[in-house]
């Protein structure tokens, strides 16, 4: 059974740090891009960032381009998502996402797993 789990989470004030993770079981995620969405309340799903395979290309919105960065470690079956300068339009629930093969993508329907999210709060 494929389980992606976010941790790191919280509450922070603007201009703050979090690191989010996530931990997959049930696949292996080297041979798949793996991607990272937000939802915040009355709002649709939003892409944030995605990463290739290697980890050598990466995509982000331009919301969050310079303040985000996405990364993985594929021996410990986990990515991460670094977020430095935070502000109030941050707020949302985080989600983790692993694709169907090995693509780069910014669209929710090209990924197969999801996580339950984490919430982030980033307070002004």
């Known amino acids: 059974q494929v389980q992606l789990v976010e941790s790191g989470g919280g509450s922070v004030q603007a201009g703050g740090s979090l690191t989010l993770s996530c931990a997959a079981s049930?696949?292996?995620?080297?041979?798949?891009?793996m991607g990272w969405f937000r939802q915040a309340p009355g709002k649709e799903r939003e892409f944030v960032a995605t990463i290739s395979v290697s980890g050598g290309a990466t995509v982000y919105v331009d919301s969050v381009k310079g303040r985000f960065t996405i990364s993985r470690d594929n021996t410990k079956n986990t990515v991460y998502l670094q977020m430095d300068s935070l502000k109030p339009e941050d707020t949302a629930v985080y989600y983790c996402?692993?694709?169907?093969?090995?693509?780069?993508?910014?669209?929710?329907?090209?990924?197969?797993?999801w996580g339950q999210g984490t919430q982030v709060t980033v307070s002004s």
């Open positions: 049930g696949l292996t995620i080297s041979s798949y891009g």
């Open positions: 996402a692993a694709g169907r093969d090995s693509r780069l993508s910014r669209s929710w329907y090209e990924y197969a797993a």
